[in-house]
């Protein structure tokens, strides 16, 4: 089982990227994968779950979007209008079958290495 997120990289506020996660092993499609992400000094927080529904946190809606790609075997997350506070280090996750509790780091079994997301002028 192993997850691997890509697509991190410096872009300037406004900008857009998109961060991938690829899973391998098993099929993603059957489970919950949630983004987190982690800023220097800060604890890791729930960015968005994708399940049978999606969920955001209120920082992000309307600017992030989370997709999957079942043939693929990897979730999105489309990042629009990225500001300097989405600067992180971003991981996936998945072990859950919803996004039942999807905040709590604890539910997950299967975590990415990270991908570093720096947001500047």
């Known amino acids: 089982v192993q997850l691997v997120e890509s697509g991190g990289g410096l872009v300037q506020p406004g900008e857009s990227l998109t961060l991938s996660c690829a899973a391998s092993g098993f099929t993603l499609g059957n489970y919950a994968t949630t983004w987190f992400r982690q800023a220097p000094g800060q604890e890791r927080e729930a960015v968005s779950c994708i399940a049978t529904t999606t969920y955001y946190r209120d920082s992000v809606k309307g600017r992030f979007t989370i997709s999957r790609d079942n043939e693929k075997n990897t979730v999105y997350l489309a990042i629009n209008d990225p500001k300097p506070e989405d600067t992180a280090v971003y991981f996936c996750?998945?072990?859950?079958?919803?996004?039942?509790?999807?905040?709590?780091?604890?539910?997950?079994?299967?975590w990415g290495k990270g991908t570093q997301v720096t947001v500047s002028a």
């Open positions: 996750a998945t072990g859950p079958s919803l996004c039942y509790e999807w905040l709590n780091s604890r539910m997950y079994s299967y």
